[in-house]
């Protein structure tokens, strides 16, 4: 066991510490933050299908109409991106969900047997948009509670634990949970894992079953059920041996026997595991009356778990999951909310846009039936002391060395001002900066004095043995040529095409470019010789050093002082050579290209027409 070294707080944060220990204790001080978008409750997965997106609607109406939202901050999450979701699926298959629709699905369906999507998990209007969002927002949560603005986060449109890396599966396409915790490993060695959800949790189980920094714990009916996994044998795999705990029920779970198993187990589970933050799955489909579930716990009885597991003070990321009769739903994730928050609710319903549903009573809680439970103590007596058998073989609170913490979902790294852009850096501060040689600066030289180095003006009356390249302009489809006795040559053969005359130069052609360098752009436009010298050099030798023979590359290298000092320098042109060398180059330098050039290098001409976007730029969205 290696434990990290402990740090002492200065003198006098121990009262400090103590008060905020006691403020959260009393329930009112956790900060909790909830996301929630607006259109979520308009997906809609089919007639007679028993998935419907509208309960999530139905809750957050509730908690408007209770005043529960002046108690919480409320976002929006944002969708999650292409590549967010791949950190877990698989490139293929989320490929596959951003084309399917229901135009066009008869055309994929092998691709849909291939990721079972069909009957359980059908494809409706928004598929994609829907995964972004309820990816999005338990994201988003995990990454406030990495930030520490958050105690609490809550997404009741999460908790799809049945998605899997390349398939879908009991109404899950996209594994939000997953995502979630992974994002949560960013910052927290070890992390927890609960689902009260009636059926297991095999997607979440599936991902981190060979792994000990995620602990997975699943209460749920086993046997002929869906999907007939999470036996209490199945206890994980190589490293993540012992780290996945399965605790099967049968029919008619009441709420005595279920807190009876719940809290014991937990209990054990955080004095031996000792996470650093908690995922808990809040699936309402094991209350009772739910249409596919068979437990009978009470909307009490289910918020006791989520009360339990705030108890614990740890940094928590609450979903919802399961839960198909819809009104019932609403009611015990509103419930689960208040009891998050520390606020008592009235059990009558305020009026809200759903009032009828909740005909005839009006009532948050209603009563639970007389099936019989079928869970006999003595059989979930044995059951819980093979988990505790099989928790006694963790090794206690494994040690995590994390050399490197990656950046959060959503964030740019573009530099040091992203979390305070209106700050005004000085100039010192700024010149004091470290950029990348392979960098292109936007800014002219004058705001790098380093790089700006005073040259000479007046012409040089020897003949140049300086060189300089020149690129023609990507219409031109000539390479980059160097300049020198090559040049002269050429220059020759083409019968002194465009001498000068008198010292006057034309403009260059458009098969060639002129360089003008501001701190690694290249602008291409004609250079004069009066900002050089204030005067028209005569022709001949007494030219000036950095012209070339006349031709049609004349003008392609002369620079101005100043701020166009030094271009050759700057762009990358080679050392002073001599002719014969440059005539000898069997592989001429190329200059550095702009980012322009870079995306477009190696794109066919019909893909650069205006308006045309590439295929590759529209595979990741957005950062946010």
């Not at 990454?143 to 599966?169: Q, R």
């Not at 009991?170 to 059926?199: M, P, S, T, W």
């Amino acid at each position: 066991l290696r434990l990290s070294p402990r740090v002492e707080p200065p003198p006098g944060q121990h009262l400090v510490q103590a008060l905020m220990s006691g403020a959260k204790a009393s329930g009112g001080k956790q900060k909790v933050c909830y996301f929630y978008d607006t259109e979520i409750g308009s997906y809609y997965y089919g007639m007679g299908h028993p998935m419907k997106p509208h309960r999530i609607r139905m809750t957050h109406n509730l908690l408007l109409n209770y005043g529960l939202y002046r108690k919480m901050e409320i976002y929006r999450p944002s969708p999650a991106t292409f590549e967010e979701l791949r950190k877990f699926h698989s490139e293929d298959y989320m490929r596959f969900l951003r084309t399917i629709s229901p135009d066009n699905m008869g055309e994929y369906t092998k691709q849909m047997q291939r990721f079972n999507v069909g009957e359980d998990c059908p494809v409706f209007e928004g598929l994609y948009q829907f995964c972004q969002a309820s990816c999005g927002g338990s994201i988003g949560g995990a990454v406030k509670l990495n930030k520490g603005t958050a105690d609490i986060a809550v997404n009741w449109a999460g908790g799809l634990h049945h998605a899997k890396k390349s398939e879908a599966s009991g109404f899950c396409y996209a594994n939000d949970i997953v995502l979630a915790i992974l994002e949560l490993l960013k910052q927290h060695k070890r992390v927890l894992y609960i689902d009260i959800d009636i059926h297991h949790g095999d997607g979440v189980e599936e991902a981190f079953y060979t792994t000990d920094r995620v602990l997975t714990v699943s209460f749920h009916k086993f046997g002929e059920y869906f999907p007939g996994t999470g036996d209490v044998k199945d206890v994980g795999a190589n490293t993540g041996r012992y780290y996945s705990v399965n605790f099967p029920l049968k029919d008619g779970m009441d709420d005595a026997s279920y807190e009876s198993i719940f809290k014991p187990v937990v209990g054990r589970i955080m004095q031996l595991y000792q996470p650093g933050s908690i995922v808990l799955q809040c699936g309402a489909d094991s209350l009772c009356g739910d249409r596919l579930g068979c437990f009978n716990l009470s909307i009490r009885g289910h918020a006791e778990c989520v009360n339990f597991v705030l108890a614990q003070k740890l940094p928590t990321l609450i979903l919802g999951g399961g839960g198909y009769t819809i009104r019932n739903v609403s009611r015990c994730w509103t419930y689960e909310t208040s009891v998050i928050l520390g606020a008592d609710i009235s059990d009558d319903l305020p009026y809200n846009d759903y009032y009828d549903y909740y005909a005839p009573d009006h009532k948050l809680h209603y009563e639970t039936s007389s099936a019989p439970n079928e869970n006999i103590q003595e059989n979930l007596e044995k059951i819980k002391q093979k988990v505790f058998e099989h928790l006694k073989q963790l090794q206690p609170a494994p040690n995590v060395q994390m050399h490197y913490t990656p950046a959060s979902a959503g964030s740019d790294d573009v530099g040091d001002d992203d979390d305070h852009p209106d700050r005004r850096v000085s100039q010192r501060a700024a010149d004091g900066r470290i950029e990348h040689g392979a960098e292109f600066y936007m800014g002219g030289p004058a705001s790098r004095p380093h790089l700006a180095r005073q040259q000479p003006a007046a012409a040089s009356s020897a003949r140049p043995t300086t060189t300089t390249a020149t690129t023609p302009s990507r219409g031109s489809g000539a390479p980059p040529t160097h300049l020198g006795a090559a040049a002269d040559a050429r220059a020759a053969e083409r019968g002194g095409e465009g001498a000068a005359e008198g010292g006057e130069s034309r403009p260059a052609q458009r098969g060639s470019s002129s360089l003008e360098t501001r701190g690694g752009d290249r602008l291409t436009r004609p250079v004069r010789d009066r900002h050089a010298t204030g005067t028209r050099p005569a022709p001949g030798r007494d030219q000036d050093a950095t012209r070339t023979r006349p031709g049609r590359d004349q003008d392609a290298t002369r620079t101005r002082p100043g701020r166009d000092q030094d271009a050759t320098r700057m762009t990358g042109t080679p050392p002073a050579t001599t002719g014969a060398q440059l005539a000898t180059s069997s592989m001429p330098r190329l200059m550095p290209r702009t980012v322009h050039e870079r995306r477009t290098a190696d794109v066919p001409a019909s893909d650069r027409a205006p308006g045309k976007a590439r295929a590759r730029d529209c595979d990741v969205q957005p950062a946010r």
